[in-house]
C-alpha cells in the first residue's frame, strides 16, 4: 500500500510558475511508476506526466516544453515544475502511484491539490 501526500498548489497568474510535490509513504523506486494527473471542472481526469522507476518520462501534449516531472528518491517525493501557465491549467492535481504485486495492478491516488490560473 502507498499513501500519497501532494503539495504546492495554489492560485497564479497566467505565464507564472508552480511546483507541486507528492511525498510517497514508501520508496518510490518500489513503485513502477509516479506520475501527475489533472481534473477541470466537468472533465475526465487526465495524464499528465509520468515517471517510471527507471527514469523514463511520459507528457500530455498540452504541456510538453512547460512542465518537468522529477524526483528526489532520498525523500520519496516526486515532483511537478508548472512554467509558463495557462488559464486552461486550472485544476485539481493528482498524484498517481501504480505499482504491479503478484500481477495484479494497483493504483493509489493522493487527495489532490487545486491549481488555478487566472488571466
Known amino acids: 500500500q502507498v499513501q500519497l501526500v501532494e503539495s504546492g498548489g495554489g492560485l497564479v497568474q497566467a505565464g507564472g510558475s508552480l511546483i507541486l510535490a507528492c511525498a510517497a509513504s514508501?520508496?518510490?523506486?518500489?513503485?513502477?511508476?509516479m506520475g501527475w494527473y489533472r481534473q477541470a471542472p466537468g472533465k475526465r481526469r487526465e495524464l499528465v506526466a509520468t515517471?517510471?522507476?527507471?527514469?523514463?518520462?511520459n507528457y500530455a501534449d498540452s504541456v510538453k516544453g512547460r512542465f518537468t516531472i522529477s524526483r528526489d528518491g532520498a525523500k520519496n517525493t516526486v515532483y511537478l515544475q508548472m512554467n509558463s501557465l495557462k488559464p486552461e491549467d486550472t485544476a485539481v492535481y493528482y498524484c498517481?502511484?501504480?505499482?504491479?504485486?503478484?500481477?495484479?495492478?494497483?493504483?493509489?491516488w493522493g487527495q489532490g491539490t487545486q491549481v488555478t490560473v487566472s488571466s
Open positions: 498517481n502511484a501504480a505499482l504491479t504485486v503478484a500481477n495484479i495492478p494497483y493504483n493509489y
Open positions: 514508501r520508496s518510490i523506486f518500489s513503485i513502477n511508476a
Open positions: 515517471i517510471t522507476t527507471g527514469g523514463s518520462t
